[in-house]
């Protein structure tokens, strides 16, 4: 996507002639929209975007998108979105996965495609529960959460999608949520980044799990409940009144109270995109006695996977002979003459 | 003792075919003296056919039983089809070597040991009681038993390496003195060990002593014992171009070919599995052919990047063995369901689950042609043999692009790893299949993504090209937009689609391999089966029998006269290294009273053991055609252990061990 000429687009143009097909009232309505409203900011030309997904609601966003679309199999969007990068380069790839297809089936594939840093933007649109095959628990459903398949309640420990991120390697690592007016900022940012862009997009399933972000995710009460992170800008949230510091004898993050804006005095720290230490913390910080961390957690770019291949290549083909019919012949060879063999 | 000698076949000095087979430890580099021995053999121009047979542990406990590697190379002066049945000349590097081998020498045999390994500790190992060498019970045999271990390093002495490193060289000592017993040119294995240890001449030099001073035993032992020069005469081939070639070399080839001809770049993903991986450490070397090699993090990631790529406008290749093609099985269905070229090689291995990783079998037949969920067909090729799995490429590669559909290619661990004199192709001989993508819009205004052509292939679409986008996936799709569709009439239409596309590829003309078109027996092989089996009826047919060879190569869909071919003959045989699959095929599909020759064991037909199985038809003895070939103790070294699950247990199975399995 580097030599990628941006052209002009309107939200219209990113519509497909497809019926959508979600629920009513999906969180994923919102960030379809939000994802077609970026695009044009984004300069991007539908001919050269394709969206990769694998199975599950989230995975059906490709067919919507007026763009070029494969919808694969469960789990796997990974490794088909590494191989169209590594065949075609140029092309502006954008995955959407959800909790299970992404962190279940798909776990050993997200994992690896964040390590190896392909320059991509994936999207995990995380609702805590398998919405298409009606209602089980997922890998990120909360402890106790209670469906058709833990009808006493789910007892096994969710993953945290940015904390699996960040320990798989990934240099770009995003919160936001559907309904948030701040989506399109962070996926504009996450095109940015060279690399595998990692955004958790929580999601309001309406039908199996509906209203599970609520406590942060609702406009009232917002400013006490996010804390949005911008690289260079204080950690500070309710309105300026509060902010995150960092305790140097736990080395751990903490909630501290600002007085008349004095954020510097309350040592609130700055955040910093580039600090994977603090990164790892935001990830982790326990919703509830802390606010949750959105925005752009982690940005440091490293070079990606397709161009360290493609350098390779160049290199390992640099002044070799490329005539096939000196392939074949490699090696120790004899020539027959005749009816006799002669060793040569 | 003089009657054994009596019963000795009468001595030739001029045989038309040498069976010679290295067998040693692990660690003594078996694999390599007889890689270089063939192509000292290739070079003075014999044919041949070679067996490498290793256990599945890397470095597995020395001396014992279960650690021994062997080589079996067939040579001669005609055509050589098989590794051979039974060695003539088997060279024991220790006493488990010897132990696991030796039933498999014919009467009459060389056996040329080590004495220098044949110490307490090693015997005991192999579990003999006393030195075979030394207790008569070797009577049937010519021995020729002398301390390798000593003159080796007595031969590598001036290069100051320790004891240890010195006996390292014993593999090319051995070498040497085969070489010499044979009658072959020193030079290309000398410069093949210059260039191997390019940066320790030191190493290269006590190699090339202990080649030499080999050799040099050979001419002064031959003053008196056994040990004999043998001539095997130049074999009459066709004039051209010779080179020695595997099967997994020949695969990559011919995928190179094949992307070639397509006028295409090659992507490659691969996951390391044995006796797959050669083709991927092949291909990883041919960058400069645009290939792109890809290490994938498993097997279904492996083949969904190849799917990827293939979509992005690359050939998708992916290979693999059983437990793996098992894995990719999904995105199989998901190559038929989009409707996009890829070839999927699998070299096939004793299964099921891990089964026999370093034994040949052919037991993935219908795992290829039936294993996937839903009316999935995919076109199936199998290789014959090493050379033969260069064209097998070619045409994979062709039938994908042409029909936009994944091919299925069948070799197996015999024809991964064994190797062969091949006649050097010309590329230009080959007709080019340049694939076309979709540039515009196909249906005026309109694009119709799954519109057909006339060989029922939709067009090939690559991201990137203005004015086209649309969307595709495993769902259902509506028979010309691609749309999702679940329709009824759409999926009946759809799957008709599908299946026809795939029973109309071109397929040649079933040929006959050997014999004449009708007759009283065809017997009907695949893949790598072809050696033993035309040995076999060729010895038939001088025997007057009137049997003939049939070797099919397109596996789905088969040949379109192949019914017609097979009704001209009363009887029909189909061998395979597996249970019965292609037999079922065939009278699944053409409906013909087809007998089964099958075989287990992880070993090749001998052609013995065909010869028998073909006599029965001509011996008057109502219905006891067919059947079993049991495993053969003789035919290859019979290991009492042996796993591939990464840990070396002990040799004997404690008793708890043995009830929790």
Not at chain 1, 144 to 159: E, F, I
Not at chain 2, 195 to 219: M, Q, R, T, V
Not at chain 2, 223 to 237: C, R, W
Not at chain 2, 513 to 532: D, K
């Amino acid at each position: 996507m580097n030599d990628m000429t941006p052209i002009t687009t309107t939200l219209k143009d990113w519509e497909s002639d497809q019926e959508v097909r979600w629920c009513p009232g999906c969180g994923d309505y919102a960030i379809l929209k939000a994802v077609q409203r970026t695009l044009p900011q984004l300069g991007a030309n539908p001919a050269k975007t394709v969206f990769v997904s694998g199975i599950g609601c989230s995975s059906r966003f490709p067919y919507y998108i007026e763009s070029y679309g494969f919808h694969t199999i469960h789990g796997r969007a990974p490794a088909f979105a590494t191989g169209i990068k590594l065949a075609n380069p140029d092309l502006d790839v954008w995955m959407v996965t959800g909790d299970g297809d992404g962190l279940s089936i798909g776990g050993n594939h997200l994992m690896h495609v964040l390590r190896r840093n392909v320059n991509l933007q994936i999207l995990l649109f995380n609702n805590e529960i398998y919405g298409l095959t009606k209602g089980q628990y997922s890998p990120t459903s909360r402890l106790g959460t209670t469906t058709p398949s833990t009808p006493q309640g789910s007892v096994d420990r969710p993953a945290n999608p940015c904390a699996f991120a960040l320990g798989s390697g990934a240099r770009f690592v995003a919160r936001g949520f559907d309904v948030s007016k701040n989506l399109p900022e962070v996926l504009i940012a996450a095109h940015k980044h060279q690399g595998a862009a990692f955004i958790e997009i929580f999601q309001n399933c309406i039908v199996y799990n509906k209203d599970v972000f609520n406590d942060f995710a609702v406009p009232k009460g917002a400013d006490d409940t996010q804390l949005w992170l911008t690289d260079g800008e204080p950690m500070v949230f309710a309105a300026g009144t509060k902010g995150i510091t960092l305790d140097l004898e736990t080395l751990s993050l903490q909630v501290t109270d600002v007085v008349d804006g004095d954020w510097q005095a309350a040592g609130v720290i700055v955040h910093n995109a580039r600090n994977r230490a603090i990164a790892h913390m935001l990830v982790e910080m326990p919703f509830g006695p802390f606010p949750m961390a959105l925005g752009v957690l982690y940005d440091d770019p490293r070079p990606t996977f397709e161009s360290a291949v493609i350098e390779q290549n160049r290199a390992a083909s640099e002044g070799k002979d490329t005539s096939f019919a000196k392939l074949l012949a490699k090696g120790q060879t004899w020539t027959v003459t005749g009816t006799a063999a002669d060793p040569v | 003792m003089a009657t054994e000698a009596a019963e000795r076949p009468a001595e030739t000095q001029a045989p038309e075919a040498v069976v010679v087979r290295f067998a040693g430890d692990s660690g003594d580099g078996m694999q390599l003296t007889g890689g270089q021995f063939t192509l000292s053999t290739a070079l003075a121009g014999n044919d041949l056919a070679t067996f490498p047979d290793f256990p599945a542990e890397i470095r597995a406990p020395q001396g014992t039983l279960f650690g021994v590697s062997a080589f079996q190379i067939n040579f001669g002066s005609t055509e050589i089809e098989t590794a051979g049945d039974q060695p003539d000349v088997l060279v024991a590097m220790n006493p488990a070597a010897l132990k696991t081998n030796l039933e498999a020498l014919k009467p009459g045999g060389l056996i040329i040991a080590d004495t220098g390994e044949f110490t307490r500790r090693n015997l005991d190992k192999a579990k003999y009681e006393n030195n075979p060498l030394e207790d008569g019970s070797l009577a049937k045999w010519d021995v020729l038993a002398f301390d390798i271990s000593a003159l080796t390093i007595e031969a590598v002495k001036p290069f100051g390496l320790g004891n240890k490193d010195a006996l390292r060289s014993k593999n090319m000592w051995t070498l040497g003195l085969a070489l010499w017993m044979f009658d072959r040119d020193r030079q290309p294995i000398v410069d093949w060990l210059k260039a191997k240890f390019k940066g320790k001449p030191e190493i290269a030099d006590a190699n090339i002593a202990a080649l030499n001073a080999g050799h040099a035993y050979g001419e002064t032992a031959e003053l008196s014992g056994p040990l004999k020069q043998i001539s095997v005469a130049a074999v009459k081939s066709e004039p051209g171009l010779y080179r020695t070639i595997t099967g997994a070399e020949a695969v990559s080839l011919g995928l190179v070919a094949g992307a070639q001809l397509a006028n295409l770049p090659m992507f490659f993903g691969g996951y390391p599995i044995t006796p797959a991986s050669a083709i991927l450490h092949h291909l990883v070397r041919l960058k400069e052919f645009g290939i792109t090699t890809f290490q994938a993090e498993d097997e279904i990631a492996a083949i969904c990047a190849a799917i990827g790529a293939s979509y992005a406008g690359q050939l998708g290749v992916t290979s693999s063995s059983g437990p793996g093609i098992a894995l990719k099985t999904e995105a199989m269905g998901l190559a038929i369901m989009t409707e996009l070229p890829l070839v999927i090689v699998n070299s096939q291995r004793g299964g099921p689950s891990t089964g026999l990783p370093t034994k040949t079998e052919q037991s993935d037949l219908y795992q290829a042609v039936y294993g996937r969920n839903g009316d999935a067909p995919i076109p199936v090729v199998s290789a014959r043999s090493p050379a033969d799995a260069f064209e097998v490429a070619i045409e994979a590669c062709r039938i994908a692009v042409q029909y936009m559909t994944p091919v299925i290619l069948l070799t197996d661990g015999y024809i991964a790893n064994a190797a062969e004199p091949w006649k050097v192709p010309d590329p230009n001989t080959f007709e080019p299949f340049p694939v076309t993508f979709l540039e515009e819009k196909n249906a005026g205004e309109t694009l119709l993504p799954y519109k057909r052509d006339g060989k029922g292939a939709r067009p090939w679409i690559k991201p990137g090209t203005p004015g086209l986008m649309h969307r595709i996936g495993g769902i259902e799709k509506h028979v010309d937009t691609g749309n999702i569709d679940y329709s009824p009439a759409n999926h009946q239409a759809m799957t008709d689609a599908r299946k026809a596309k795939i029973d109309q590829i071109a397929v040649p003309d079933q040929d006959v391999a050997l014999g004449e078109a009708t007759g009283r027996l065809a017997v009907v092989g695949w893949g790598s089966t072809f050696g033993p089996i035309h040995q076999a009826v060729r010895r038939a047919r001088k025997a007057g029998l009137a049997v003939s060879h049939i070797h099919v190569r397109h596996i789905w869909p088969l040949p379109k006269n192949l019914g017609a071919l097979l009704a001209g003959f009363d009887k029909v045989l189909v061998p395979e290294m597996n249970s019965g699959q292609f037999k079922t095929v065939l009278r699944d599909q053409l409906l013909v009273d087809a007998d089964s020759l099958t075989k287990t064991s992880g070993q090749p037909f001998a052609i013995a053991e065909m010869e028998a199985a073909i006599a029965k038809y001509f011996d008057g003895i109502p219905d006891n055609e067919g059947g079993e070939v049991p495993a053969d103790p003789a035919q290859l070294p019979s290991r009492d252990a042996g796993h591939d699950d990464g840990s070396l247990r002990p040799e004997h199975g404690s008793p708890q061990s043995e009830v929790s399995s």
